[in-house]
């Protein structure tokens, strides 16, 4: 395989509502999100049998996480400090520019020509594999999950399960087509060939690149779970390991990382720890048999200063990846990741994204959420992501000289009609009078009631007054009385 074989594909769509309509349609895509959500839910439900156990763990959660935002400049220095005393060598990036500048600085003072990935969003976030490529270096995804949206020249779906879109049958055919398998739907077979594949690149590579879960400021450590074994293959074999990650994956102390460490994996897979939970502070010793000769930290911003700079939407970094948010959400869960168009699906995407790319590129985000509340009840740190996208919202609205986002692209903030409308709903509610003979008049005409109400009916059902009002219907029930 090459590396230029490897690059995903942009998806091209005009935005997330025509995407959003394009995965509607898709039946299968549906299908798989519907079995795979329903499974996932069930999961969790049963890994937190106990609900007065599970709202106690949340509530520590959170304050673990408050605990290390409110002191995130300090603990950040801390972490370096115990890092370098390890060995590890830490480097700062306020860009994925930067970022990946750092990166290949290292893969070039080693003359590396072969990298391989453990799971990272981040890595994600700085499209580093796209980066790699071009420069003719091959970054070959490990993780099986991301190892087959990379082979079918995608993007992840979702942050813990990047392939969960597909079917076996999708992944058999996959590997049939690309690797010249056998076609065969059994998972355990399909898994195997995987790590055939995988297997041979670990001992190939000449660096190899992870994510971070928790970065612990008091030990210099970096703890990293997964199920696979890739994480641990990746980080241990190569002679260089680069871990990549996000400021804001910093806690206070290692005692802190045992309750996030079981919110995390009951609220992902509902199990209650994951099979490897790896713990790195420091390249190889002398006196060791395994571990990379270097290993390198890089902390990137990418926005997330943003964030910590507002007081409310700084909840958004206590964050720590679980998935659970978008495996409870009935628009994640109809439309699937993709129809997002950027690194973060789902309602953690949509209160992450606009600190990372700016809230005029994805002005659609926060309003593509029913606000049932699923996400906030189930974010095992208690983000409270409903009101966060209830304050984006009103960003949306209140941004000088931006279009509404029903008349985005017609040139002024309001149209005539919805200015109109607005004004004739105030004098209809101020007027008890008119309000009563509105609703006179609305209940004997309903049938003549229009499908479309201006920019209303863009993203709501035309309202349908009653055949009787609920006034009328009180007043019959009293009289009977």
């Not at 594909?9 to 329903?38: C, E, I, P, W, Y």
């Not at 890092?83 to 700062?92: M, Q, T």
């Not at 209940?443 to 009916?457: A, Q, V």
């Amino acid at each position: 395989m090459s590396s230029q074989s490897l690059i995903p594909s942009v998806q091209l769509h005009a935005d997330f509502k025509t995407r959003a309509h394009q995965a509607l349609g898709d039946d299968q895509l549906r299908s798989n999100f519907r079995s795979a959500m329903d499974s996932l839910m069930s999961k969790r439900a049963a890994a937190f049998g106990d609900a007065d156990e599970r709202e106690r763990l949340r509530a520590l959660g959170n304050s673990i996480r408050a605990r290390a935002l409110s002191k995130l400049p300090d603990l950040l220095e801390r972490l370096e400090q115990n890092l370098a005393r390890n060995g590890v060598k830490v480097h700062w990036a306020e860009t994925v520019d930067e970022a990946n500048a750092i990166v290949l600085s290292i893969i070039r003072a080693h003359e590396a020509r072969q990298v391989i990935k453990g799971k990272s969003m981040v890595s994600e976030e700085m499209e580093m594999n796209h980066v790699l490529a071009e420069q003719g270096i091959e970054c070959l995804e490990s993780d099986m999950g991301e190892f087959i949206v990379q082979l079918d020249h995608e993007k992840p779906s979702h942050i813990i399960m990047p392939a969960i879109h597909k079917n076996a049958g999708q992944v058999a055919s996959l590997f049939h087509d690309k690797l010249g398998v056998e076609y065969t739907k059994d998972v355990d077979q399909l898994i195997q060939t995987g790590r055939r594949v995988l297997r041979r690149k670990f001992f190939e590579a000449d660096i190899g690149v992870s994510g971070v879960n928790f970065a612990v400021a008091e030990t210099g450590s970096l703890l990293l779970v997964e199920n696979e074994g890739n994480g641990r293959m990746s980080t241990t074999v190569p002679p260089v390991h680069i871990a990549v990650t996000g400021i804001e994956k910093v806690v206070e102390h290692l005692r802190d990382v045992v309750p996030l460490l079981s919110l995390l994996t009951r609220s992902a897979l509902g199990q209650p720890i994951t099979t490897y939970v790896n713990l790195i502070s420091g390249p190889r010793q002398a006196h060791e048999l395994d571990g990379p000769q270097e290993v390198h930290l890089l902390l990137l911003d990418n926005g997330r200063s943003q964030a910590f700079a507002d007081g409310e939407l700084r909840q958004t970094l206590n964050c720590i990846r679980c998935g659970a948010c978008m495996n409870h959400c009935p628009v994640y869960t109809r439309i699937g990741g993709h129809a997002y168009g950027e690194v973060y699906p789902g309602p953690i995407g949509k209160i992450i994204t606009p600190h990372l790319v700016g809230l005029a590129k994805v002005p659609d985000h926060p309003s593509a959420s029913s606000l049932c509340g699923a996400c906030g009840e189930v974010c095992p740190v208690k983000i409270p992501i409903p009101a966060l996208l209830r304050r984006l919202r009103e960003e949306n609205a209140k941004a000088p000289n931006a279009p509404h986002p029903a008349m985005r692209g017609q040139g002024s903030q309001y149209s005539p009609m919805e200015r109109w409308l607005w004004n004739a709903w105030r004098h209809l509610n101020r007027s008890p009078r008119l309000y009563r003979g509105f609703l006179f008049l609305a209940t004997r005409l309903r049938g003549l009631t229009p499908s479309r109400i201006g920019p209303w009916t863009q993203n709501h059902s035309a309202p349908k007054p009653a055949a009787r009002s609920l006034h009328e219907l009180a007043r019959e029930h009293l009289g009977d009385e």
